[in-house]
């Protein structure tokens, strides 16, 4: 029990008082409404019942705002969380409750936010009828009450709550009081893994309900696909009409109406504007038709089935939390289209209702996730877990039911999920029932329940590759009923820090196997909190006892909505046309680009829309010679439908390349000319290798502390290279460390699996570098090593073999691993550091953006032009980043770079290690602040840039929550040859 019995509501197991039933929720209706958003006053308390009598009676006996001793109170913004404006601190946990677990308990120490807001009603405000105050969103638990009145208590962060209010409203000098404490005991129930931030963070309106006016209602539109009739039947707690005029449908509530309808799909969201008009009101209805049901163990829509190409979505502002604006959502959904995602589960938690308004009119599909999630009781072996508790069931329903009534007339919303992480139990089995009952037309999905018990589905989380492949070929076992049914991954693909790898496999899979029907990745966006301390926030920042860490920085967003390099590729991985070129390889010689009978290439062009064909788009090729395009055009593709799959010839070939490779890059075009899908060809021709032997052999000649050769000079005792070209540099030497990203280093329960933990262990953090011996012979420097760390016998054997002519020099690496690798190597390649001037970079080879071995789908071949900072992936916790694949040259700094064979290249300001110690963004900048005062240079220009030449990098995967990258991604050290030639860049 609460410390004072006017806070006994805060520990009640049941959800509230007072508040009227849930229904539909509606944006606009002709009845007048008016917000309550904007500036209120704040006071917090330590504990729930401080101020108690205060807040209480003063409420009873005094009207307006200066009736309060409000003159210390702080102002603070609704919709807004008071720990993200001054008041107190965030918290951030991913399962552990950050208070003793002792359902339904909560600490003395109660945050507590008293919440004032004064107002007058609007002159047009008329006073016939009645009113009602609508709560969108209060985390954790509220006491109301509207000029002295107390309206009553509610619980259920993500979820409405309204209160008839009508007799209490004043023309003028009304005044709001909301009591909000942090912890309840719907804090058990809400453990989701994100931040915790008490306060009333969605809007809060005041809603005219004139006589006669719409109450709840229920649009039922389905679509029959073999006849391509829709059926609309709007059933209405107050009778009423309901209009569609493009459709001609003018009939009463309740009444079915069967007409011919373009049906509503992700990928073609009709939506037909309608009105529910009762005596009172008149509410505007988007009627999308489709119908969703499990058939022959595929989920289908409109008897198609479906694939998810998903992400999960929690709300996320970097400076307000999950307080977000119509602005923001509108960008989830624009940017969710635009990188070809189809499907959303709104993790863990209704959303706020106006991104289902979007969602209907984008077109996604949508899983809508009760707020539900007792996670942290798994650490009790799921011991007095909410979910199987008797007493905890009306709190678990009531959350069910605001779900599904406020969001019930979305066309997007095609499942609806119990929750997240919640055990099993009887609690979740009524939840489901109940669930059936109410609207036995969308499916129930609940990850949890792995005997799919009370579900239509069958979820998995972070399920690897191998499971999937079972799973498709139905080889998995398990109950009869799970065995009949659909399987969808709720969650894979760890998107944290650099990642997820291993997407493409992924989406192989889903493609090869009906039963998979896709997936949705975890997830859309970093957590990350502003803060000029850091750059931004994570776990930890703010002093708590408990908590995770960056683990809720694990987005294809950065925090600041920025499209993190695992978006791009998840784009490309999931696009809906698929594109592959296949040109003739050309020859390199005189025959020119095409071989010598210049055969024009083929384009086989897939359609993987599930709905449409492909006659909202346009096509281009384009004709690359060295990877600048120097031809391109339209290209006319049939309409293919869904599933279907066509061939189409390349032009000829336009004129020879001179040797040089050539490549073709078709494109697919949306009518805004946003790039929906591309392929490209294999590159013609390898560049021209630079003769092994230099055009005229130069050779090395020993001074007294430099060797000189070719345009190289470089240190007579180490051997190491100093300049080239005229560009002083920090010689390349074997580099096989990485700043270890999040998938690296796994997550906790890992164990020994984990990448970066055997790599620190084994010591590949510290290489020491042995100078074996400096050698001149005729033609060559070879420069002989064995690179090793403290502790251990194993090494790599490192031979550097320098040659030149007039202009350039050239590198080639040998490396043989000595003893018993049993790690692989996080990179393998050489560094080398440029002066700070260095700025600018070109490449021919992968980009724009970056890649590593299991996340290069992205990665297109072309000559790009950035700079060192651009080249950067500023992910919230400093890791690897920023290489780009398959590079044959690089410019950067004066020198110009070829590989044999191609490279992995990086270019950053500051060492590995910099990078691998940084714990923020901020630290880097003032790492590297420290670094350019510590060699008493002046200013950022004069920072040196490392430049990585790698000639393999190990894959990225997705362990920081899911599995390690695959095996064939796996860098095992073994022996290796690669080279280098430097030169010059001409201007
Ligand atoms: C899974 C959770 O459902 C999700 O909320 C999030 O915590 C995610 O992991 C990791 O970021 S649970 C997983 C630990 C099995």
Request: net charge negative; aromatic share 8%.
């Amino acid at each position: 029990m609460s410390s004072s019995d006017h806070t006994s509501y805060v520990e009640d197991v049941l959800p509230g008082t007072g508040a009227l039933p849930p229904r539909a929720w509606y944006a606009r209706s002709s009845a007048t409404s008016f917000s309550l958003n904007g500036s209120w006053r704040l006071r917090v308390s330590p504990t729930a019942d401080a101020h108690d009598s205060a807040f209480a009676s003063a409420s009873a006996s005094a009207l307006t705002p200066d009736g309060y001793d409000t003159d210390d109170w702080a102002e603070v913004t609704v919709p807004g969380h008071w720990v993200l404006q001054g008041h107190g601190e965030p918290i951030y946990t991913n399962h552990l409750y950050p208070f003793p677990v002792d359902p339904p308990h909560v600490p003395t120490e109660n945050p507590t936010g008293d919440h004032l807001r004064a107002f007058d009603l609007p002159a047009d405000w008329l006073a016939d009828g009645s009113a009602t105050l609508r709560f969108d969103g209060v985390e954790s638990c509220a006491r109301v009450w509207l000029n002295g009145t107390e309206l009553g208590t509610f619980k259920g962060s993500r979820l409405p709550h309204e209160f008839a209010v009508g007799p209490l409203l004043r023309a003028a000098g009304n005044v709001l009081a909301v009591r909000v404490h942090q912890w309840s005991s719907g804090s058990y129930l809400e453990d989701q893994d994100q931040w915790w931030l008490p306060g009333i963070f969605r809007d809060v309106t005041l809603l005219h309900r004139p006589e006669g006016c719409v109450g709840d209602w229920f649009t039922h539109a389905s679509y029959d696909h073999t006849t391509g009739d829709g059926t609309l039947r709007v059933d209405s707690e107050v009778d009423g009409r309901v209009t569609v005029p493009d459709l001609g449908i003018d009939v009463p509530t309740g009444m079915s109406v069967t007409v011919p309808v373009e049906p509503w799909t992700a990928e073609t969201p009709r939506l037909y504007d309608g009105e529910l008009a009762t005596e009172g009101e008149r509410v505007p209805l988007r009627i999308g038709f489709r119908t969703v049901a499990v058939e022959g163990g595929l989920i289908k829509v409109n008897g198609t089935p479906v694939l998810f190409r998903g992400v999960n979505r929690h709300e996320w502002h970097p400076e307000h939390g999950r307080a977000l604006d119509l602005a923001t959502m509108r960008r989830d959904v624009e940017l969710m289209k635009r990188h070809n995602i189809n499907a959303v589960r709104t993790s863990h938690y209704p959303p706020h209702p106006a991104f289902l308004d979007l969602c209907d009119e984008y077109g996604l599909w949508v899983i809508d996730e009760c707020d539900l999630e007792t996670h942290g009781f798994i650490e009790q072996g799921w011991h007095d877990n909410p979910s199987d508790d008797d007493r905890w069931t009306p709190a678990l329903l009531d959350r069910a039911a605001r779900t599904v009534e406020r969001d019930k007339n979305h066309p997007s919303v095609v499942m609806w999920s119990l929750g997240n992480e919640a055990g099993t139990g009887r609690g979740l089995t009524a939840m489901a029932e109940w669930i059936r009952e109410r609207d036995p037309d969308r499916l129930v999905h609940y990850e949890g329940d792995v005997n799919c018990r009370d579900t239509d589905v069958y979820s998995r989380m972070y399920a690897e590759h191998a499971e999937v492949e079972r799973l498709g070929a139905r080889l998995d076992g398990g109950p009869a009923r799970r065995r009949e049914l659909p399987v969808i991954l709720c969650e894979y693909a760890h998107a944290m820090g650099n990642g997820p790898g291993g997407l493409a496999d992924y989406q192989r899979l889903f493609e090869a196997y009906e039963r998979i029907q896709g997936g949705f990745v975890w997830e859309w966006i970093d957590h990350g909190i502003a803060d000029e301390r850091y750059g931004y926030a994570y776990g930890g920042d703010f002093g708590e006892e408990l908590h995770d860490g960056n683990f809720v920085c694990d987005g294809l967003l950065l925090p600041d909505r920025t499209p993190s390099p695992g978006l791009a590729e998840f784009k490309k991985v999931i696009e809906p046309v698929r594109i592959d070129v296949d040109a003739p390889a050309g020859g390199t010689g005189t025959a020119g680009a095409f071989g010598a009978a210049g055969a024009p290439g083929t384009v086989r062009v897939t359609n993987r829309y599930d709905f449409r064909d492909l006659s909202h788009l346009s096509f281009e090729w384009s004709f690359q010679v060295e990877g600048e395009t120097v031809r391109s055009g339209a290209l006319t593709v049939p309409p293919l439908g869904p599933g279907e799959c066509g061939e189409v010839k390349l032009p000829a070939p336009p004129e020879d390349g001179r040797g040089a490779p050539t490549s073709w890059t078709v494109r697919a075009l949306d009518a805004d000319d946003h790039e929906v899908a591309w392929g490209q060809s294999a590159q013609s021709a390898a560049l021209p290798a630079p003769r092994r032997g230099p055009r005229r052999a130069d050779q090395p000649v020993r001074g007294r502390q430099l060797i000189t050769f070719g345009p190289a000079a470089f240190d007579a005792r180490t051997g190491a290279l100093r300049t080239v070209g005229g560009v002083d540099v920090v010689g390349p030497r074997l580099d096989v460390w990485r700043a270890t990203t999040d998938n690296d280093d796994g997550a906790s329960w890992q164990g020994d699996e984990r990448l970066g933990f055997a790599w620190r262990a084994v010591g590949l953090h510290r290489m020491r570098h042995r100078l074996d011996g400096v050698e001149l012979s005729g033609d060559a420097l070879t420069v002989r090593t064995r690179v090793a760390p403290a502790g251990r016998d194993i090494g790599l054997r490192t031979v550097y073999r320098w040659t030149a002519d007039a202009e350039r020099v050239r590198l080639a690496v040998s490396v043989v691993p000595e003893g018993d690798w049993r790690v692989p190597l996080p990179r393998l390649g050489v560094r080398l550091g440029l002066p700070g001037g260095a700025d600018a970079t070109r490449w021919f080879g992968g980009g724009p953006g970056e890649a590593y071995p299991d996340t290069r789908a992205a990665s297109r071949i072309a000559v790009w032009h950035s700079d060192v900072d651009a080249m950067q992936t500023p992910y919230v916790r400093p890791q690897e980043n920023g290489a780009r694949a398959d590079v044959r040259w690089a410019e950067i700094g004066g020198l110009r770079i070829e590989g044999e064979p191609e490279f992995w290249f990086t270019a950053r300001r500051w060492t590995s290690e910099q990078l691998d110690a940084a714990e923020h963004l901020n630290d880097l900048a003032a790492g590297t602040a420290e670094a350019a005062g510590a060699a008493g240079a002046a200013g950022a220009a004069d920072r040196t840039v490392w430049v990585h030449l790698d000639h393999g990098q190990q894959g990225i995967g997705s362990q920081s929550c899911g599995p390690g990258p695959l095996p064939c991604y796996r860098l095992t050290a073994a022996p290796a040859e690669f080279a280098f030639t430097f030169r010059a860049a001409r201007p």
